[in-house]
């Protein structure tokens, strides 16, 4: 019986730590994965299969998330090292390969960028395009009137 109940919480201390996986352990390099798929915008990507009311053009401008060999969607977390990848829609959003290494947060279907390899794409060119795309929308925000929904304008739409 004691072997039974020893075994029982080495499970459910298992599978606790499995349920926090990339989430708030501060050595979160224990449970850091690598993911082959493609970047793609989520909106789109869930308008085309699922017939979601994604209207990219107006609120999202086309954020880029991945979509991993299984068919999962992520949402990328937009931090530092995803910020740009999130915003180089014009450039990523149309099922660039790549592959990242970083966190994933289950519950929330997010990926947090430690890396990224983003096939026949230089850095260099996804931190313009992101940059361009950020001075288009804050120009966009600033002429947008209280209570009223974004216009779209651009080459973002």
């Given at each position: 019986?004691?072997?039974?109940?020893?075994?029982?919480?080495?499970?459910?201390?298992?599978?606790?730590?499995?349920?926090?996986?990339?989430?708030?352990?501060?050595?979160?390099?224990?449970?850091?994965?690598?993911?082959?798929?493609?970047?793609?915008?989520?909106?789109?990507?869930?308008?085309?299969?699922?017939?979601a009311?994604?209207?990219?053009?107006?609120?999202?401008?086309?954020?880029?998330?991945?979509?991993?060999?299984?068919?999962?969607?992520?949402?990328?977390?937009?931090?530092?090292?995803?910020?740009d990848?999130?915003?180089?829609?014009?450039?990523?959003?149309?099922?660039?390969?790549?592959?990242?290494?970083?966190?994933i947060?289950?519950?929330?279907?997010?990926?947090?960028?430690?890396?990224?390899d983003?096939?026949?794409?230089?850095?260099a060119?996804?931190?313009?395009?992101?940059?361009?795309?950020?001075?288009?929308?804050?120009?966009?925000?600033?002429?947008?009137?209280?209570?009223?929904?974004?216009?779209?304008?651009?080459?973002?739409?």
């Open positions: 019986m004691k072997k039974l109940a020893a075994l029982t919480v080495v499970f459910l201390f298992a599978m606790a730590s499995l349920a926090f996986a990339g989430g708030w352990d501060k050595e979160k390099g224990m449970d850091k994965i690598t993911l082959k798929g493609n970047l793609l915008c989520v909106g789109c990507n869930l308008k085309k299969l699922n017939g009311n994604a209207q990219c053009s107006l609120f999202a401008h086309h954020a880029v998330g991945f979509k991993t060999e299984d068919g999962t969607i992520w949402n990328i977390i937009d931090n530092a090292k995803g910020h990848i999130i915003r180089a829609h014009t450039l990523l959003e149309k099922n660039i390969p790549a592959t990242i290494t970083g966190w947060y289950p519950i929330a279907h997010a990926i947090e960028i430690d890396s990224i983003v096939h026949g794409v230089s850095t060119d996804i931190q313009r395009t992101a940059w361009e795309e950020d001075q288009m929308i804050a120009k966009e925000l600033m002429s947008r009137k209280l209570g009223q929904a974004p216009t779209p304008a651009g080459p973002l739409h």
